[in-house]
């Protein structure tokens, strides 16, 4: 099987984490036989830099003409002051691959508690699943505007951009323990009340799902109180935005944490959770599971390669129960490992497990 994906490494640790991404896919066609067409495109501060623009015109064609699209990540104190920014790109790209659905999955590793700075017994078992409207919102809504007295941003969902995104959720909870999490701020917000109501509605067409409402600020605390009373956790954009930051702290690190953006039928967009993280770019320190785990990802949701997926996944979880750790997750005990040297013992027992697996 040929697939054709489109490489956007962009800015700070992005080119790091793309580079390790990359050679694990490279591990996995090697093991399955399959072919990975991969074309690299400028994009983000780098593409202001040659281009003058986020998103260059050839640059959102090979991505729309691909089966799916690996992104690293953009940003950095460079482009700040900039009239142009390179998260300008990044919304664009996503709105125009009407990669409307984010799923940002949180899963804390059996045996692996101890990554975490909460106390292990109350992240182990925590297994749940982010779905983050991720093309309207206050991200999107006009108006947004600025003078010297005020600035505006607007917070407007229709009802069928609503729809959209909860069918999701509940479709994922059908497939996993049958529990929706809604979260939303309908003690105050309007947009929040016509959430509810959605979610009332879709909820009557999935009577094995279990649903429950939840309050934003409640739901903050409760992601690290009690993460394992959450299956499927569906909100809007900027809710989930900083809720799945916040839950990356049950799995060790931001740096532990994938992500897919999926449309109807178009490709998707794969990318960590994480940004450029400009204070350890180009030291060695990122860590580059969060990337490689959204290779897993897209190797099941665009390829439905899932025998693929889970290789890549239990070559990353080997090599962690192996002790090796990039410095956001060293604790006291283990082997501290460069970038470089993650991603050369995941690829390693990508390819070693083929071997064995007979
Ligand atoms: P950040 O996610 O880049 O970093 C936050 C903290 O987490 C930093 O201490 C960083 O070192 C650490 N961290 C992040 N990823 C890591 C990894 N893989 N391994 C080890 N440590 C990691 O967030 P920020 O500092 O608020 O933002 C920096 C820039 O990134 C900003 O310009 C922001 O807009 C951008 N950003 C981009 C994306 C994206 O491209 N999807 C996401 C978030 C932020
Ligand atoms: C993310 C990032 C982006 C977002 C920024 C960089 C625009 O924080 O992917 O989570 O807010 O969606
Ligand atoms: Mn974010």
Redesign the pocket.
């Known amino acids: 099987m040929k697939k054709r994906i489109a490489v956007l490494p962009?800015?700070?640790?992005?080119p790091e984490?793309i580079k390790g991404a990359l050679q694990v896919l490279d591990g996995v066609a090697t093991r399955f036989g399959h072919e990975f067409e991969t074309i690299e495109q400028v994009f983000?501060?780098a593409a202001i830099d040659q281009e003058g623009t986020p998103i260059p015109e050839a640059t959102l064609k090979t991505c729309n003409d691909s089966d799916a699209v690996l992104?690293?990540?953009?940003?950095?104190?460079k482009?700040?002051k900039g009239d142009v920014?390179?998260?300008q790109g990044?919304l664009a790209l996503r709105k125009a691959m009407n990669v409307y659905a984010n799923v940002r999955p949180v899963h804390v590793y059996p045996g692996l508690e101890h990554l975490s700075p909460l106390k292990s017994n109350k992240v182990k078992g925590a297994d749940f699943v982010f779905v983050r409207e991720l093309t309207g919102g206050i991200y999107f809504s006009e108006p947004k505007e600025r003078n010297e007295k005020r600035a505006v941003d607007t917070l407007s969902y229709t009802r069928e951009e609503i729809t959209r995104i909860v069918e999701k959720a509940y479709d994922l909870a059908s497939s996993r323990r049958r529990k929706v999490t809604s979260v939303d701020k309908a003690n105050v917000l309007e947009t929040s009340k016509l959430w509810r109501e959605v979610v009332e509605d879709v909820a009557k067409k999935y009577p094995n799902v279990e649903t429950e409402h939840l309050l934003v600020d409640y739901a903050a605390m409760r992601t690290i109180s009690n993460p394992t009373s959450f299956d499927v956790v569906v909100t809007e954009n900027m809710f989930g935005d900083i809720l799945s930051?916040e839950a990356s702290v049950l799995t060790g690190?931001?740096?532990?944490m994938p992500s897919a953006s999926l449309s109807e039928n178009g490709p998707g967009l794969y990318?960590?959770?994480?940004?450029?993280?400009?204070?350890?770019a180009g030291s060695g320190?990122?860590?580059?599971?969060?990337?490689i785990l959204s290779v897993a990802m897209m190797l099941r949701h665009s390829f439905k390669l899932e025998k693929e997926a889970e290789a890549v996944e239990l070559a990353v979880f080997e090599t962690l129960q192996a002790g090796y750790r990039?410095?956001?997750i060293f604790g006291e005990s283990g082997t501290l490992v460069t970038?470089k040297e993650m991603v050369n013992q995941i690829h390693f027992r990508m390819l070693e497990d083929s071997t064995s697996a007979t």
């Open positions: 962009g800015d700070g640790i992005g984490v983000g501060g992104l690293g990540a953009v940003g950095g104190p482009w700040d920014r390179p998260e990044l930051d690190s931001l740096g532990m990318e960590p959770i994480h940004g450029s993280a400009p204070d350890i320190k990122a860590n580059p599971i969060g990337m990039t410095q956001d970038t």
